[in-house]
């Protein structure tokens, strides 16, 4: 199997790193965005924890010292071992207080006028949370909880809910790289198809499979293995059709030729001879012609040489050519041209090829007795050529490949007179080439009409024919 010398990172290797990064940018972003709410959430539920404790304690402490002095002013042991569990720290503030750890003067002044604090504080550079409740029998108590403390739980479920995207990611990772080779495989099948095809299979078949566009490019393999088998199929069957019409003329010339050198034939007979083996060199000196020009039609350097063309002398010309020989043959030629001057800019010898080419591809199908026209007609932008015949006519599937090489020989030979189907690709090839275009359709004489259109100006001196 043909190879190349490409070596990149191959498609599976891309699809596990890409679904690899897609989920580690997932985890990188849901924890950028979940922790600052999870935190958020944390402190405002602590913050209400503190503040329920704070109720309790300043309760208690109420229910503990009914008109007691302020030393009997005591916390129960359960609700103390509480606040020491929970990294609580209290402080039992009196009327005259006037400083408390981590609370400002303005804010202890507020609790003992209004009976409640609530606030986020800071003792050396450490940030707290703060509640104080006053006392009925005078004074306060302030619970304060450091936030980290308080944001622990908040932390510890932050990694629980990392460590589990991360185990997320590590199970991906696997799933990808099945995936991508399960999506993989048509690909590598169509890959190795193509090489078949490059190294001259014309078999090859896939069985489309995986997503909609991958199974698209299975079906365009096959449609490409079919196109080229009936591309090369016609190429083998013009090569034959051009060959057999080669040999007719060389075998004639070769056997005349021996038959002077051998001296068979006689003195009266050289002249008539000589003319036949003329006629036969001349024969095959036109297919050959015809078989260059279809080469360099295909090529870069086939030019093109428009002129001012007289269309009516064009006409007149081609008209007392074909004229005479359709005399030969018993077939009435009749010439339809314009009445007045018509001039258009077209390279004359391509446009008296084209003709010709129309003209003797008529006679051919023509029997004895039938009709062939010419006609030259000015029309929008342009003008028309137009060769008509009484012959058989084409069919309309016959049409659509009429101007392609050898395609009317493969389905006619033997069956009615056909040349090599070189004639009419010339035709069509040439017409676009000057700008124009070729049709056939059903001449009302009963055969075929092909009609070429031609711009009065063509308007690329340069142009070359491809």
């Not at 007979?269 to 003319?275: F, I, L, P, R, S």
């Not at 003709?355 to 023509?366: F, G």
């Given at each position: ?5 490409y ?7 891309r ?45 208690a ?17 359960s609700?103390?071992?509480t ?10 503030v009196?009327?005259n ?18 009976g ?25 108590v ?7 403390v308080a944001?622990?739980?908040?932390q510890a ?46 078999e ?17 393999l ?37 038959a002077?050198a ?6 009266e ?7 036949i ?12 012609s ?21 269309m ?27 009445p ?9 010898m ?25 006609a ?27 101007f ?5 020989y ?14 009419l690709a ?41």
């Open positions: 199997m043909t190879t190349t010398g070596r990149g990172v191959n498609l599976v290797t699809m596990v790193l890409l679904t690899s990064a897609v989920a580690a940018i997932v985890v990188l972003v849901a924890g950028l965005i979940s922790y600052p709410l999870v935190r958020s959430a944390e402190l405002s539920q602590s913050q209400n924890q503190l503040s329920r404790l704070a109720d309790l304690t300043a309760a402490i109420d229910r503990g010292a009914p008109g007691g002095g302020e030393r009997d002013r005591l916390v129960p042991q609700l103390a071992a606040l020491l569990a929970e990294q609580v720290q209290g402080f039992l009196f009327d207080a006037t400083e408390v750890p981590g609370v400002p003067a303005e804010e202890l002044k507020e609790l003992l006028e209004h409640t604090l609530s606030f986020e504080g800071e003792i050396r550079g450490d940030k707290i949370l703060v509640e104080g409740r006053s006392l009925a029998s005078g004074g306060a302030i619970l304060e909880q450091p936030v980290t944001g622990g739980p908040a479920g932050l990694l629980r809910f990392l460590l589990a995207l991360f185990i997320g990611l590590l199970i991906a990772i696997p799933i990808g790289y099945v995936a991508a080779k399960r999506m993989v495989r048509p690909l590598r099948a169509a890959r190795d198809a193509a090489y078949e095809i490059q190294g001259g299979s014309r090859v078949r896939l069985t489309p499979e995986g997503p909609s566009e991958v199974a698209e490019i299975a079906l365009a096959n449609s490409l293995s079919s196109a080229l088998q009936t591309s090369e199929q016609r190429q083998r069957e013009f090569l034959l059709s051009v060959s057999h019409e080669l040999r007719t003329p060389l075998t004639a010339v070769k056997g005349y030729a021996e002077l051998d001296d068979v034939i006689g003195p007979d050289v002249a008539k001879t000589g003319a083996v003329a006629a036969e060199a001349q024969r095959l000196d036109r297919l050959v015809d078989l260059l020009d279809l080469a360099r039609l295909g090529a870069v350097h086939f030019r093109v040489n428009p002129a001012r063309v007289e009516q002398e064009v006409g007149t010309d081609a008209a007392e050519v074909w004229r005479t020989r359709c005399e030969r043959e018993d077939v009435r030629f009749f010439a339809e041209l314009p007045d001057s018509l001039v258009v800019t077209t390279d004359p391509r446009l008296r090829q084209i003709i010709d080419n129309l003209a003797e591809n008529a006679l051919r199908v023509s029997p004895s007795g039938s009709v062939v026209v010419l030259i007609r000015s029309v929008a932008d342009g003008i028309e050529v137009e060769v008509r015949d009484s012959g058989p006519g084409l069919t309309d599937d016959d049409m659509t490949i009429a392609e090489p050898g395609a009317l493969e389905r006619y030979r033997g069956v009615r007179p056909v040349g090599t189907g070189l004639g010339l035709v069509g090839r040439l017409a676009h080439g000057l700008g124009g275009s070729a049709r056939v359709t059903t001449a009302p004489e009963g055969g075929a009409c092909f009609t070429v259109f031609l711009p009065t100006v063509f308007n690329d001196p340069s142009a070359e024919l491809a």
